[in-house]
C-alpha cells in the first residue's frame, strides 16, 4: 500500500489518478463516478457508457438559456433521430467529450477560435472514439443531423430572436418534448443499446 504526501496511506484504485500525487490538480478532470481523466493524455478504457451519458444528461443546452431544461443527452438523442441510416450512433456519440468539456455556445467557439478549442479537445474526442467506436472526425451526415437538431431547438426552446439561422438545415416537424435529466439518461442509454455496434 503506497502513501500520500504526508504519510497517511491510499488503497490503489486502478480508475484512478490520487490527485494529491499528480503534479498538477488542475490537468485532472474528476467524474462523478470517480474516476478521473487526465486531460493531457485521456485513457478511457475503464469507462462505463454511463460516465458519459450522466454528465450530458444534467446540462443544459445553450448554457441554460433555454424557456425550458433541455439536455444535451436528449440532443444528441434527436440527432441520433435525424441521422441517415448507417450514421445514427455516431450522432447519439457526437458531444460525448462534452461530458468532460461542458457544451461550448457557438458563440464562444467563434470568440476564441474554433481550431484552438478543436486541437485542445481533440485527444479527448479521439480517446472517447477509440473506447466506444464511432467515427472521429465526425462524418458529414453527423454534422447535418446536429445542425438539424439546432435548428429544431432554435424553434421550439429559445426566446423569440432576430438571429439569421437561415444557413441551417429544416428542423425537425415533430416539436421538442423536453426531458428531465433523469429521463434523458433513461432515454441516451437506452438508444446507445440499441444503435452500438457489436464488439
Not at 104 to 127: C, E, L, N, S
Not at 162 to 184: S, Y
Amino acid at each position: 500500500m503506497s502513501k500520500r504526501r504526508g504519510g497517511s496511506p491510499r488503497i490503489p484504485h486502478p480508475d484512478q489518478f490520487d490527485l494529491l500525487d499528480v503534479p498538477e490538480a488542475t490537468a485532472v478532470l474528476l467524474t462523478y463516478s470517480g474516476r478521473t481523466v487526465d486531460l493531457e493524455r485521456p485513457d478511457f478504457s475503464q469507462f462505463d457508457i454511463e460516465d458519459i451519458a450522466r454528465p450530458l444528461a444534467y446540462q443544459c443546452r445553450f448554457v441554460g438559456n433555454t424557456q425550458r431544461f433541455f439536455s444535451v443527452a436528449q440532443h444528441c438523442v434527436l440527432a441520433a433521430k435525424l441521422a441517415p441510416e448507417g450514421y445514427a450512433y455516431d450522432a447519439l456519440m457526437h458531444d460525448s467529450e462534452e461530458a468532460f468539456t461542458g457544451d461550448w455556445p457557438t458563440p464562444w467557439k467563434t470568440r476564441i477560435g474554433r481550431d484552438v478549442i478543436r486541437a485542445a479537445v481533440d485527444p479527448i474526442k479521439r480517446a472517447l472514439a477509440e473506447r466506444f467506436g464511432f467515427r472521429h472526425p465526425e462524418p458529414k451526415p453527423v454534422k447535418i443531423a446536429d445542425q438539424r437538431a439546432l435548428a429544431t431547438e432554435l424553434r421550439d426552446l429559445c426566446a423569440p430572436h432576430r438571429v439569421n439561422w437561415r444557413d441551417l438545415p429544416a428542423a425537425d416537424e415533430t416539436p421538442i418534448e423536453p426531458l428531465g435529466p433523469e429521463e434523458a439518461l433513461a432515454d441516451f442509454l437506452a438508444r446507445y443499446r440499441a444503435l452500438r455496434p457489436a464488439s
